[in-house]
């Protein structure tokens, strides 16, 4: 069992704001940061990297994507660079492998194109 980081970046479609849903939406993304998640006594990083993708990542839509791109075994101790800038540790991006469905029972949709 590991510990493992998975990073996720968040990009908005500035092309939709102005966007009346007829025809195609305008392409103009932009990043806008992501998430850190810190899955505890995970048994791979792909397992870990798996659930953040299917279970927390939400939906694209025209508006905004967001998707996986880091997953790495960390240390026990091991602090996400926002809990080390305010010297205190988050529990909401913490999640206990074995916990996992009773924090985020739902399956999205988009999981079932990455199997």
């Known amino acids: 069992m590991m ?8 990009r908005e479609n500035y092309g939709a704001h102005e966007w009346d849903g007829v025809g195609e939406c305008p392409q103009c993304w932009k990043s806008k940061g992501g998430e850190d998640w810190v ?3 995970a048994p791979a990083v792909e ?10 990542v939400g ?3 025209e508006y ?17 660079w926002m809990e080390r800038c305010t010297g ?18 739902n399956h999205n949709m988009k999981s079932e194109c990455l199997i």
């Open 39 to 41: 899955i505890m006594n």
């Open 64 to 80: 905004s994507t967001e998707e996986v791109i880091s997953a790495t075994e960390v240390p026990i101790n091991h602090r996400t």
């Open 88 to 105: 205190e540790v988050d529990h909401h991006i913490r999640i206990e492998w074995t916990d996992r469905f009773f924090r985020f029972p």
């Open 3 to 10: 510990n493992v980081e998975v990073n996720t970046q968040i």
């Open 47 to 56: 397992d870990a990297e798996h659930f953040v993708a299917s279970y927390i």
């Open 59 to 61: 939906e694209d839509d």
